[in-house]
């Protein structure tokens, strides 16, 4: 049974480095792209309380995560992956991605860092450094 990785992607070039490194170095691995759409991101303008509001703007992150993973599963194909699956789940980021690696027979977590330190870190977090310490499989953290 080949390996299953999951890479979550958000479009930052730090998750392109994170898709390139588990392709090039776990060929045999089925390589499992996840895009988690963030309902905090929608905010609480006025804008958001227009009942349409919510459905355009779930539609416009679901047509960007499609245009991600092919560009990406492009990528991963030409390093000689065979088998590329993507994902779309809505909720928090950190505990979406635990919750997925969990409940999916998940081998490893492969995915970008995006390099913040000191204060910004700390207001911040950092998705990584979460999955890091909550996950249950191994992890591996790109830069």
Request: net charge negative.
């Amino acid at each position: 049974m080949s390996k299953r990785i999951l890479v979550p992607v958000d479009g930052s070039e730090q998750a392109e480095a994170a898709t390139e490194f588990a392709a090039e170095n776990i060929p045999d691995a089925t390589v499992v792209l996840l895009h988690v759409i963030n309902p905090a991101e929608a905010g609480y303008s006025a804008q958001a309380s227009v009942p349409s509001f919510s459905d355009e703007w779930y539609e416009e992150r679901q047509a960007e995560a499609e245009a991600r993973f092919d560009e990406l599963a492009a990528v991963v194909r030409e390093a000689g992956v065979e088998s590329v699956e993507t994902v779309t789940e809505v909720g928090r980021p950190t505990k979406t991605i635990v919750e997925y690696a969990d409940d999916h027979d998940i081998d490893q977590i492969v995915m970008g860092s995006h390099g913040r330190s000191g204060m910004s870190r700390l207001l911040l977090g950092s998705v990584a450094e979460i999955v890091v310490r909550r996950a249950t499989v191994p992890v591996t953290v790109v830069r």
